[in-house]
């Protein structure tokens, strides 16, 4: 299936779509954040001739020990998952939900997955709309909420639906939110990722998703992430600091190595003094998010105290 795929009409009311590759940039962020999770994202598979009418990608559980299963989204995941994005600009309309179910059926007969292999249909949509309801009141598709903006239903197959407009604004749906009109939620959405111990690993894909389809909102989040108490970033700026003041009371003969050694001795030396001050400001019962503020120290830093 390709994320390259035939796209619906203009809606009449919006004749002015933005030209923003969403779909592409759901499938690199999807390729590059889930499999931290222990899950495998399959795209640009075929199921026929003809081009594909929907945004496919295709979610696999192979690792079956992976952290997915802790996730409160993905931990419905089941080993073979059809999976049809909707974008802000794409909301379904009438004969979606028939395509979607279609090509999961196809899915199914083309590779031979039978019903007890595990193979479930996922809708990722904006927010519900009325086509979208009508259809599966149509269908008597029933959906069973499990949190705000995620429903299940059984049919031949579990079918799931994902709003990520409603889904919390929490960490582990920060992926998903990715994908809202820029603005504040954006924002929000990328300061609860800060507080992630991948945030180093999932920076690459987050950052080609933000030019992709949040260009103005990029510059701004990409600046406080970099205030962010990011080791790597944190220790650069520290060192930048101190190395002048040092730098004056040892001889020039030293080696770099030896001037590297003692600038970072001294970091460390203030990080302590910072984790210390952080630790006392804790006691008096200071919130984290005021900590974090005026000692530059991460969340997790913070709250592992």
Not at 30 to 56: E, R, W
Not at 96 to 108: F, G, K, S
Not at 172 to 178: A, C, D, E, N, W
């Amino acid at each position: 299936m390709s994320l390259t795929a035939e796209s619906h009409p203009h809606h009449p009311e919006e004749p002015s779509q933005e030209k923003i590759p969403w779909d592409d940039a759901f499938k690199q962020v999807m390729q590059d954040t889930l499999p931290l999770l222990g899950l495998t994202v399959q795209s640009d598979i075929k199921l026929g001739k003809l081009p594909l009418k929907a945004d496919l990608v295709i979610i696999h559980s192979q690792d079956l020990q992976g952290e997915w299963r802790q996730h409160p989204l993905w931990s419905h995941c089941h080993t073979y998952n059809v999976v049809e994005f909707k974008s802000v600009n794409d909301p379904v309309l009438f004969g979606d939900l028939e395509i979607w179910l279609a090509y999961t059926l196809l899915y199914r007969k083309k590779y031979k997955i039978d019903y007890q292999q595990g193979l479930a249909a996922w809708l990722i949509v904006e927010r519900m709309n009325k086509a979208l309801r009508e259809a599966l009141a149509h269908y008597q598709i029933r959906l069973t909420e499990i949190l705000p903006g995620f429903w299940r239903s059984e049919s031949l197959f579990p079918i799931y639906v994902v709003a990520y407009h409603d889904l919390p604004f929490e960490l582990p749906y920060t992926v998903l939110k990715l994908f809202l009109k820029s603005g504040k939620a954006v924002q929000t959405t990328f300061m609860s990722m800060l507080e992630s111990e991948q945030r180093e690993a999932w920076l690459r894909s987050v950052t080609t998703a933000m030019q992709l389809i949040h260009p103005l909102d990029a510059k701004e989040v990409l600046d406080f992430m970099s205030l962010a108490a990011e080791r790597k970033l944190l220790k650069e700026t520290a060192l930048a600091i101190v190395k002048e003041d040092i730098a004056q009371k040892m001889q020039q003969s030293k080696l770099e190595g030896k001037l590297e050694g003692k600038l970072e001795g001294k970091l460390e030396g203030q990080l302590e003094g910072k984790l210390e001050t952080a630790k006392n400001m804790k006691r008096d019962g200071i919130p984290a998010t005021t900590i974090a503020k005026y000692t530059g120290l991460a969340l997790t830093d913070i709250e592992a105290l």
